[in-house]
C-alpha cells in the first residue's frame, strides 16, 4: 500500500505499514501517482540470447489518498494508453491497482474547481470524505463494492447528519479556492494569442528546466534507450521526456521544429489547454507546476495575462 | 504485444549514394511475411537490438510482395549501425505504421510526385504502385536534388526519364551542383533535367485541377515553396498531400513527441500522419 507521506517539506507518496505514516491532510505530492503507473524510469524489454523478453511482471499495489484532481488526471493518462494499441506497461498496472480516493482543501495553488476536476464520480474503487466522526465512503467500481463487502463490519448506514456534514464540508471546500481559470473559450483564445508578447516575456523568465512537466499528473512524454548490462544482456528502458528540452523536436540533420524556449514555452501552454470533446482540458488543476517552478511562473496568470493581452 | 518487434532478415545491401543505402528485407517468420501489409506513406521502426530504434518509410511498394524496402541515410548513431549491416543479418521491425496516402481515393486521377532529396524514398513507394496497378491517368515525377552523385535510385530515374512517357510516367529533374554528369544528363534531357531547385520545374506546367493530386515529400524548408507553385495553379488544399517526420519513439500515439498543433487541435504526426493534406496544415498550427 502506497499513501502520501511527510518527507522535509514535501509530500510524496510512499510505501506504508501502519495508519500513523500517512499525511491525511496532506496538499500534493511533488510526483502524482502517474509514477505509479507510467515509471520515471522504466524497463520495458530485456535482450537475453538476442530476443527482446517482456519484462518482469508487476506487484499489486494499493493507493490510498488519492485527490479528486489526481484521479481525473490518471483517466486523462488512461485515455491515451489505453487507446489502440493499448500500452501493455501501463495497462498491467493499472489492472493490478486499487485507487482509493480522499477529500481534500485546497491551498493557494489549487484551480481544479474551475475545471470541474474537484469532484471525481468514476476513476477510483473507493472515495473517502472526511467526517468530524469518520468518513463517508463511496463506492466507484466492482472491485470496490468486493472489498465494502468483504470488510462489512467496518461500515455503518449513512445518517442525515452525516449528509449534512458531507454537504457543509464540501460547500466550505468549493469557498476555499483562491485561484480561479477562466476557461471561457480557452483554446480559442489560445490559439488567437500565438504571436502574443506574453510568451516572449515569459520565455525570458522560463528556465527550461522542465520541472513543470515532470510534477504534472498528466504530462507524459517518454524517450527511449538501449543500455548494456553485461556483454550479453541489454535492457530497452524508457523515461520521463520533458518538452522544455532542445532534444525533444530535434531530428536528423540537426533541424529542431521547436528550436527556441519561447516555442517550447508556448507549446506546453497549448498542450495542457488543449480541449478533447471526450476527456475535457489536458490539464486538471492540480497546481503542481505552480509549487515546483523555480521561477515561480504561475500557470493562471500566464494564461490571464495572456487573455489580456488580447483585449 | 505493442512494442515487440519482428525478425526480419536483410536479403540485399545496395548502396546508392555515399550516405544512403537500400535494404531488401524479408520476415523470418513465413506467415508474418505473407500477412504483412502496408501503404505507400507508411513507416516502419527499426530495431537494432541493444542499440536502439528509429523509424523509416517504406520505399518499395505492396504490389510486389514477399519483401519489402528501407532507404537509410546515414545521420546518426542509429543508421550508422544500420550501415554497417551486411546480407544475412537480422533487424527487429515492428509497424506498419502512420495513415500512408490514400492510394484507392486517388484513382483515375493525375499523380504529381514533388520530392526533395530523401523524400524520393516514401513517394518511390508510391511510383512504383502507381506504375504496377496502372490505375492513375497521368504520373508526374518532381525531383529536386544537391548533385547527380545524391540523386536516389538513380537507375531507375534514369530509365524513367529515358522510357517513362511510355508509360504515361513525366520525370523532371533539377539539380543544385554543377558536375559533368549533370550537364551531360541535361543535354540530353534539356528541358526536363536543369539546374536550380525542385520549384523550377513547375515552370510552364498546368494541371487538370479537378483531376489532379499532389503529393510531396521533402526537407521542411520546401513544402512552403512548392505549396505555393500549387496553389497558383488553383490545385485547391484537399488535393496537395504533404507527408512530414517529426522525432518519433513509440510510433503510436504515446510519448508524445510528434505532437503538433495548439489548443484547438492537436495532431499526432505518428498516427494521425505522417500525411496530412494541406488542409490539415491550415487548421492545424506547427504542421509545417
Ligand atoms: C515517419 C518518418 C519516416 C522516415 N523515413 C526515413 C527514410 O525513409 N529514410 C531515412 O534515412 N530516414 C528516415 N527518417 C529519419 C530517421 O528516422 C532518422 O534519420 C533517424 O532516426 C536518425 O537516427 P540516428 O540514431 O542515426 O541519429 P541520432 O544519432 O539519434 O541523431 C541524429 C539526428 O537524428 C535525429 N533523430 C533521432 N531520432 C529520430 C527520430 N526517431 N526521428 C527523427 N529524427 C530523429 C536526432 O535528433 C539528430 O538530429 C524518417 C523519420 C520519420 C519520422
Ligand atoms: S498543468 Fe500544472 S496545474 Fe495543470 S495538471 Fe499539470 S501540473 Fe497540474
Ligand atoms: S518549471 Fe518553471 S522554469 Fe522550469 S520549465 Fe517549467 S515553467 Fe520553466
Ligand atoms: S511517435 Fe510517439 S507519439 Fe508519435
Known amino acids: 500500500m502506497y499513501a502520501p507521506v511527510k518527507k522535509g517539506n514535501i509530500y510524496s507518496f510512499q510505501h506504508v505499514e501502519k495508519p500513523s505514516e500517512i499525511a491525511f491532510d496532506y496538499t500534493r505530492t511533488m510526483l502524482p501517482p502517474k509514477k505509479f503507473f507510467v515509471r520515471p524510469k522504466d524497463e520495458m524489454l530485456r535482450l537475453k540470447g538476442g530476443k527482446w523478453e517482456e519484462s518482469n511482471g508487476v506487484e499489486p499495489i494499493v493507493l490510498f489518498g488519492v485527490h479528486s484532481c489526481d484521479i481525473h488526471g490518471l483517466e486523462i493518462l488512461d485515455k491515451v494508453y489505453l487507446d489502440e494499441p493499448v500500452d501493455p506497461y501501463y495497462k498491467k498496472r493499472r489492472e493490478n491497482s486499487i485507487i482509493i480516493g480522499m477529500s481534500c482543501m485546497p491551498d493557494e495553488y489549487c484551480f481544479c474547481k474551475s475545471l470541474g476536476t474537484d469532484f471525481a464520480m468514476h476513476g477510483f474503487d473507493l472515495f473517502l470524505h472526511e467526517l468530524p466522526d469518520g468518513w463517508l465512503v463511496r463506492v466507484g467500481s466492482v472491485k470496490g463494492h468486493e472489498i465494502a463487502w468483504e470488510n462489512e463490519e467496518l461500515f455503518e448506514e449513512l445518517t442525515e447528519e452525516d449528509m449534512r456534514n458531507f454537504r457543509e464540508f464540501e460547500e466550505k471546500r468549493a469557498n476555499s479556492f483562491k485561484k480561479h481559470l477562466n476557461k471561457e473559450g480557452l483554446e480559442d483564445m489560445l490559439d488567437l494569442a500565438f504571436n502574443s508578447p506574453v510568451w516572449k516575456k515569459y520565455e525570458k523568465i522560463c528556465l527550461g528546466c522542465g520541472n513543470c512537466n515532470m510534477v504534472c499528473p498528466t504530462c507524459r512524454c517518454y524517450e527511449v534507450c538501449d543500455l548494456w548490462m553485461n556483454a550479453y544482456e541489454a535492457v530497452r528502458v524508457r523515461r520521463y521526456d520533458s518538452c522544455f528540452m532542445e532534444s525533444h523536436g530535434l531530428v536528423a540533420g540537426g533541424h529542431n521544429f521547436r528550436p527556441t524556449r519561447l516555442d517550447r514555452f508556448r507549446h506546453r501552454y497549448y498542450c495542457k489547454s488543449y480541449f478533447d470533446p471526450s476527456a475535457g482540458f489536458n490539464c486538471v488543476g492540480c497546481g503542481r507546476c505552480d509549487e515546483f517552478c523555480p521561477a515561480k511562473i504561475e500557470h493562471v496568470k500566464v494564461l490571464d495575462e495572456v487573455r489580456e493581452g488580447l483585449q | ?288
Open chain 2, 1 to 288: 504485444m505493442t512494442f515487440q518487434t519482428h525478425d526480419a532478415r536483410i536479403l540485399e545491401v545496395k548502396e546508392l549514394t555515399s550516405r544512403e543505402k537500400l535494404f531488401t528485407l524479408r520476415f523470418v517468420d513465413p506467415e508474418l511475411n505473407r500477412s504483412f501489409k502496408y501503404k505507400p506513406g507508411q513507416f516502419v521502426i527499426v530495431d537494432i537490438r541493444g542499440f536502439g530504434e528509429f523509424p523509416i518509410s517504406l520505399c518499395s511498394t505492396p504490389t510486389r510482395e514477399g519483401y519489402f524496402q528501407l532507404c537509410v541515410r546515414r545521420v546518426g548513431r542509429m543508421t550508422k549501425y544500420m550501415h554497417k549491416l551486411k546480407e544475412g543479418d537480422i533487424v527487429g521491425i515492428r509497424g506498419p505504421y502512420g495513415n500512408g496516402f490514400p492510394m484507392e481515393k486517388m484513382e483515375g486521377s493525375t499523380l504529381v510526385l514533388v520530392a526533395g532529396g530523401l523524400g524520393m524514398a516514401p513517394l518511390r513507394s508510391v511510383l512504383w504502385y502507381a506504375l504496377d496497378t496502372g490505375k492513375y491517368e497521368k504520373i508526374y515525377l518532381f525531383y529536386g536534388t544537391k548533385a547527380y552523385e545524391d540523386i536516389l535510385f538513380r537507375d531507375e530515374v534514369i530509365h524513367l526519364l529515358k522510357h517513362g512517357e511510355d508509360m504515361n510516367c513525366h520525370v523532371k529533374l533539377a539539380y543544385e551542383v554543377e558536375t559533368p554528369s549533370c550537364i551531360y544528363l541535361e543535354k540530353g534531357y534539356s528541358p526536363r533535367v536543369c539546374k536550380g531547385v525542385v520549384t523550377d520545374l513547375f515552370r510552364g506546367e498546368t494541371f487538370d485541377v479537378e483531376n489532379t493530386y499532389a503529393l510531396i515529400c521533402g526537407p521542411p524548408v520546401m513544402y512552403k515553396y512548392v505549396i505555393k507553385e500549387l496553389l497558383d495553379r488553383k490545385l485547391s488544399p484537399g488535393r496537395i498531400y504533404m507527408t512530414l517526420e517529426r522525432r518519433m519513439r513509440c510510433g503510436v500515439g504515446k510519448c508524445g513527441h510528434c505532437i503538433v498543433g495548439t489548443s484547438t487541435s492537436i495532431k499526432y504526426v505518428c498516427k494521425d500522419g505522417p500525411v496530412f493534406t494541406y488542409w490539415d496544415a491550415l487548421s492545424t498550427r506547427g504542421l509545417i
